[in-house]
Nanobody, 120 residues
Framework: VQLVESGGGLVQPGGSLRLSCAASGFTFDDYAMSWVRQAPGKGLEWVSAISWNGGSTYYAESMKGRFTISRDNAKNTLYLQMNSLKSEDTAVYYC??????????????WGQGTQVTVSS
């Protein structure tokens, strides 16, 4: 299993970024996927999740209306569109593979993470 995140960077408050997670080594559309983040000096925080076919999506309360999770099973890629970014969104963002096709929050594999910094 390999998960490779990309798309992070430095953005001003109010700006947007789209993160990608390229998956390989497993049948991507057999599993739900999630984004999890870790801010400096803090623990892991679940951000969003999507079921195997994209039919169900879930968001942490503070991300609702600003972040959109999606997946392209033909490309084995998970996305996170982040709009209206705030300084408190600064974190390393990880994609994680669930153990089930439906969202269960049981993470079997993680990527290496991509840094998102929101600052003026």
């Amino acid at each position: 299993v390999q998960l490779v995140e990309s798309g992070g960077g430095l953005v001003q408050p109010g700006g947007s970024l789209r993160l990608s997670c390229a998956a390989s080594g497993f049948t991507f559309d057999d599993y739900a996927m999630s984004w999890v983040r870790q801010a400096p000096g803090k623990g892991l925080e679940w951000v969003s999740a999507i079921s195997w076919n994209g039919g169900s999506t879930y968001y942490a309360e503070s991300m609702k209306g600003r972040f959109t999770i999606s997946r392209d099973n033909a490309k084995n890629t998970l996305y996170l569109q982040m709009n209206s970014l705030k300084s408190e969104d600064t974190a390393v963002y990880y994609c994680a593979k669930d153990l089930l096709a439906v969202v269960a929050g049981l993470f079997g594999s993680w990527g290496q993470g991509t840094q998102v910094t929101v600052s003026s």
